[in-house]
Nanobody, 126 residues
Framework: QLQLVESGGGLVQPGGSLRLSCTASGFMLDSYTIGWFRQAPGKEREVVSCIGHPGEITNYADFVRGRFTISRDNAKNTIYLQMNRLTPEDTAVYYC???????????????????WGQGTQVTVSS
């Protein structure tokens, strides 16, 4: 069974950092383009970042560029989202998603993502 599982969310103060992980079971992430998304209460789901293949070119939404970093560790079959300088507006459920597309320079919103994790809650509050 193909599955994605996110972890690493929690409560953090403004200005703090968290690292989210997304681990795949049943398939190898190195054959997929991966996106991170988030959804806050009452808001539409929005793309945060994505990472392509072959290679590891990354793209980011404007509201996280310079603060968040997406990366992959193929040996661990895991994708990470390092989140720095968090603000209350970053509070949301964060999801990872995968699509079997070859995208050297990925356009994050362009794909019909096939597999989704259950999400992990990130709360930024003092």
């Amino acid at each position: 069974q193909l599955q994605l599982v996110e972890s690493g969310g929690g409560l953090v103060q403004p200005g703090g950092s968290l690292r989210l992980s997304c681990t795949a079971s049943g398939f190898m992430l190195d054959s997929y383009t991966i996106g991170w998304f988030r959804q806050a209460p009452g808001k539409e789901r929005e793309v945060v970042s994505c990472i392509g293949h072959p290679g590891e070119i990354t793209n980011y939404a404007d509201f996280v560029r310079g603060r968040f970093t997406i990366s992959r560790d193929n040996a661990k079959n895991t994708i990470y989202l390092q989140m720095n300088r968090l603000t209350p507006e970053d509070t949301a459920v964060y999801y990872c998603a995968a699509v079997r597309e070859s995208s050297v320079n990925p356009i994050c919103v362009a794909y019909d993502y096939e597999y989704w994790g259950q999400g992990t809650q990130v709360t930024v509050s003092s």
